[in-house]
């Protein structure tokens, strides 16, 4: 009885090891596609509905922040940001906790990673850049609004209309999405940045995220900065101007993209011979 | 690998897939990174038309937005050998500034969009990536590429400004238009120093005023241009190659 069944499950264990070094099901398919169109749709979407919201709350109960109203219609959408990144953070490190088993697998049984394999974790390190990149731009679009909230509004508090999506949804978004870019490299690229078996953390792994951590720590200076003097009158005043600083080192992004350009062509260099191969043989 | 041999990968699904990725990556980054140096360096400047002076505007203006797209277009000569790069990052600079303009200064806080337009950037862009282009040299497009975006910035936008200069006489008192505007939307940012740079020993060299300052901004471009080069380089090219406690 139990011998049966455990020949019944080594039995399972090679059909699964056949098909993942074979790899059938992601044959020509994109999954990062996938994860781009979602990730991106809700993140836009995210942004959208924050900008609707805004624009149906910001007068009528966004001007004193001592009031009930306030707190429910501003504090309320702070704390939906906060389930929405915690529930981001949460998931986007532990998808990739683990190292890929179908790349374990591969790596045993072949030697090596099927080359379309691997494309498709190119493919999905660069989507997740590219995601992180759209919070960017709803950096840039809140951070200009704050500029324009504070002509009208005499400053009574850190949580304003326009400080509650840039301070307190997209920076923290930036931290978590650049991070996942790296947690993702870290996990399923690693040996394009340091080589086979090597080890060691490549400072694009670090660099990247740095950025949304310095727009976040930049605030606690900037609202410091103040709370203790009335700086309205010029929105270039010094103690804004980490924020563009901290904004630099995304450009470690592109760092860790175009690291994985020659193995994109290796890949699909070799992806070309097999086919070419493969219509000989049938031939 | 061969040009011909790239070329033909080129071709793939998967490949056209990843330019797409790429292209969304560099619009996301390109739109936060310069608009945000733009808007916390040249802001107030940038904002407001009865900002835009003969001092501050045509100097801090164009230096601040050349440090980021000079970012763009080093890096796209380095990675990619297009001669795309600044062009690119004005055009999608100026996208997230007039995406914020007519959604947060004038359908949010009502302000008219003559009073809020933002500077263009993208003539001198691409004069700088033709100049690459034609030069294959850093240094003969600092020195000339460089040079021209600051000294055209103010030239270039003056076609926008030139409306809100005309001089109008209320009460008694002659100021231009884009005075008069910012006298009726009070913010805290109204400017007061304005009145007191037409003071001073600049006014002293008469008509030739936007002359010095646009020559002063050529100038700073010229510098500009080499911090932009070293930022790309130091955050953009270094961190590819450096790894810690690499065994
Ligand atoms: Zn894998
Ligand atoms: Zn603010």
Redesign the interface.
């Known amino acids: 009885m139990a011998a049966t069944s455990i020949s019944a499950s080594v039995e399972r264990q090679a059909v699964q090891i056949e098909e993942v070094k074979h790899d059938k099901t992601a044959h020509g398919e994109m999954p990062f596609v996938r994860f781009l169109v979602i990730g991106g749709g809700l993140g836009l979407l995210s942004l959208l509905l924050i900008r609707l919201w805004q624009g149906e709350w910001w007068f009528p109960v966004g001007m004193d922040a001592t009031t009930p109203e306030f707190a429910t219609y501003w504090l309320g959408l702070l704390y939906v940001e906060w389930i929405v990144l915690i529930a981001a953070a949460i998931i986007g490190f532990t998808a990739y906790r683990k190292p890929c088993p179908t790349c374990a697998v591969q790596r045993k049984e072949l030697g090596r990673i099927d080359p379309e394999h691997e494309l498709n974790h190119i493919g999905k390190l660069w989507a997740t850049v590219a995601v992180a990149a759209m919070f960017g731009f709803g950096v840039s679009y809140f951070a200009e609004q704050d500029a324009v909230w504070h002509q009208i509004v005499v400053r009574d508090t850190a949580f304003t209309p326009s400080h509650i999506p840039l301070f307190f949804y997209t920076f923290p978004m930036l931290i978590i999405m650049t991070g996942v870019s790296s947690w993702y490299a870290y996990n399923r690229l690693h040996h394009l940045y340091v080589g086979e078996g090597g080890k060691g953390i490549p400072i694009c792994y670090l660099l990247f995220p740095a950025g949304g951590w310095f727009l976040f720590a930049n605030v606690a200076f900037n609202e410091l900065g103040h709370s203790s003097w009335i700086t309205e009158e010029l929105f270039v005043q010094p103690y804004h101007w980490p924020f563009a600083w901290a904004t630099y080192f995304f450009f470690a992004g592109f760092a860790l993209l175009f690291k994985t350009v020659p193995r994109i062509f290796e890949n699909l260099g070799e992806i070309a011979q097999q086919a070419s191969t493969e219509a000989k043989a049938s031939s | 690998?061969k040009a011909e041999?790239?070329a033909?990968?080129g071709q793939?699904k998967?490949?056209k897939?990843?330019d797409v990725?790429?292209l969304?990556?560099?619009?996301?980054?390109f739109?936060?990174?310069p608009?945000?140096?733009r808007?916390?360096?040249?802001?107030?400047w940038d904002?407001w038309v009865d900002w835009k002076d003969k001092l501050w505007w045509p100097i801090?203006g164009p230096s601040s937005a050349l440090l980021?797209t000079a970012?763009g277009h080093y890096?796209a000569w380095y990675?990619l050998r297009l001669p795309l790069g600044a062009t690119f990052t004005a055009v999608f600079v100026l996208i997230?500034?007039w995406?914020?303009r007519i959604?947060?200064?004038y359908?949010?806080?009502y302000?008219p969009i003559n009073f809020i337009w933002p500077a263009t950037t993208i003539p001198m862009a691409l004069a700088l990536d033709l100049i690459l282009f034609w030069s294959r040299s850093y240094l003969v497009t600092s020195l000339i590429g460089g040079f021209l975006w600051g000294f055209l910035f103010y030239p270039v936008n003056w076609l926008m400004l030139m409306p809100f200069l005309q001089p109008v006489t209320l009460f008694g008192k002659t100021f231009t238009i884009a005075d008069l505007m910012g006298y009726y939307f009070i913010?805290?940012?109204?400017?007061?120093y304005l009145r007191r740079i037409d003071e001073g020993t600049l006014q002293a060299f008469l008509g030739q005023r936007i002359w010095i300052s646009i020559l002063m901004a050529g100038i700073a471009c010229t510098f500009m241009y080499w911090i932009g080069i070293g930022?790309?380089k130091l955050?953009?090219?270094?961190?590819?190659r450096?790894?810690?406690?690499?065994?």
């Open positions: 690998m041999e790239l033909v990968l793939h998967m490949a897939v990843f990725i790429l969304l990556a560099l619009i996301g980054f739109t936060v990174i608009h945000v140096s808007m916390l360096y040249m802001g107030d904002f801090a980021v970012v890096l990675y997230g500034a995406l914020s959604f947060s200064f359908s949010m806080e302000y913010r805290p940012q109204t400017p007061e930022l790309g955050l953009g090219i270094l961190p590819m450096k790894v810690l406690r690499q065994t």
